[in-house]
């Protein structure tokens, strides 16, 4: 008998084995599934994800030649401020909306994905550029005829477009990450149009993201070298027409690209977070040179330094920028902070913050290039700042239509009513001056008066200035 129990015993035991193990084995299996179908279902839209999008583009690309396809990028412009005006979740239908319109418009042998936030992938088959540009506008025009029915918010697209066929490495394999990577140069370029726009990838988009990278790379070892310098550009005010103050514009005189305008390598900067460095480099220089004048006993003008929006993220922003200013000894209200009407369209409440505490510790601030982007008026009554600087676009052709005329007066006098100085840039013409003083701009900075200039040629500009002022004052002392 107990040998009987012993046997049933094994048995027990046995059946309890397999079926933990079949528990363990579906368990596993199911979370295997899971995760797999994680890896490969994208849950915004129920579309694939990057993963699975690369895995459909390799084996369509084993059965046919690379040669027949390009793949596509596309990106939403602005997307962020898109859900920061109407709500994540009505971005997030944007991102749905999309997805379907793209997925309506393929063809047989196509595949496509949203492979990041409001980036969209596709494997589109390779023709002429106007046919894939086509295409494109096709999916763009569709999605805002969707759109429309839903939200009345402008959407526009930026499009990179690379051929497959230019992303075989040396096995002659096809690396779609660099393809992607491609897509989105060749997008860049065109990306900020007020209009959705395409780009192909070819070898001009190539010249210049190397040329970026060269930049990149020279800027840090430039800045030891001091290629970097601080021109001054005056400003004038309206009524008298001498000078009141001066904006600090950096220069790069490179012993390899030349002589290069911030334009071409401030946006390189602020990608890779360079411009903190070249930011600080300026302000340094200005405060130099106050330095120097109130050791001779000369009262300084306010000098205005861009400071780049990437300020915001770094917790030491505010130390650092003291640590200098109060290293010569500059009271802090003879420094003007320039932040880009744009920088308000992210981290608002963070920028207001900080700007907020430079205030308080008597910085002026100023919000540059205003109407050069969306500006949000309603934004104004809650920025501390001192000054606002009319964007040089408003004076293109503007000043010629009475329509323009009546939008900058009204912008001078809102301005005025929030305690605001205002101050039109790129002024260069006689006719843009006399309007400008007709409606009491306080001040003015463009061609008309003065370039940018170096600081040695600024000092000699503003010497002759002053006298000019001190003879007028005597003239007309003596002709009463
Ligand atoms: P911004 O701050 O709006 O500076 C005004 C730009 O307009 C300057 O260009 C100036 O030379 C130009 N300008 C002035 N008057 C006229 C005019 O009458 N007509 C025309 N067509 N242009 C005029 P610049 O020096 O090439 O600087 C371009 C931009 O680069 C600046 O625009 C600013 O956003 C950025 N930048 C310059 N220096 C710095 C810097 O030290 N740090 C940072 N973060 N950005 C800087
Ligand atoms: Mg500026
Ligand atoms: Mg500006």
Known sequence: MPENRNIVLII????????????????????????????????????????????????????????????????????????????????????????????????????????????????????????LQNRLNGIFTEFERRNSLFIKYPVLFSAGVCRLGQCKGQNGAVDFTVAIDRCKLAKKSVKGYHTSEVAFYDGKIRDISMREKDIENAMPPALERKEFLCYLQPKYGTENRHIVGAEALIRWDSKEFGFLSPNEFIPVAEKNGFVVELDFFILEEVCKLMRRWIDKGITPITISVNQSRLHINDDDYIWRLREIVDKYEIPYEYIELEVTESVFNENTELMLKILHKLHELGFKLSIDDFGSGYSSLNLLKDIPADVLKIDREFFNGTVNSSRGRAVISSVVDLAKNLDMNVISEGIETGDQMDFLKEIRCGMVQGYYFAKPMTIKDFEDHWENDQQNESDAILNEIFSV
Do not use: W
């Not at 309890?16 to 179908?37: C, E």
């Not at 042998?109 to 980036?119: K, L, P, Q």
């Open 12 to 131: 027990v035991l046995a059946v309890i084995i397999v079926i933990l193990a079949a528990a363990f084995i579906a368990l596993f299996t199911y979370y295997h599934h899971i995760r797999k179908r994680d890896s490969e279902v994208d849950v915004l839209t129920g579309g694939k994800t990057k993963i699975r999008f690369f895995a459909d583009c390799e084996k369509i690309i084993k059965k046919i030649p690379a040669e027949k396809y390009a793949v596509v990028v596309i990106d939403i412009d602005k997307f962020k401020l898109l859900n920061e005006r109407l709500g994540y979740e009505v971005g997030d239908m944007v991102l749905t909306r999309l997805h379907s319109t793209i997925g309506d418009s393929l063809e047989e042998g196509e595949v496509f994905a949203r492979i990041s936030d409001d980036h969209f992938a596709i494997l589109m088959k390779n023709a002429q550029n106007n046919e």
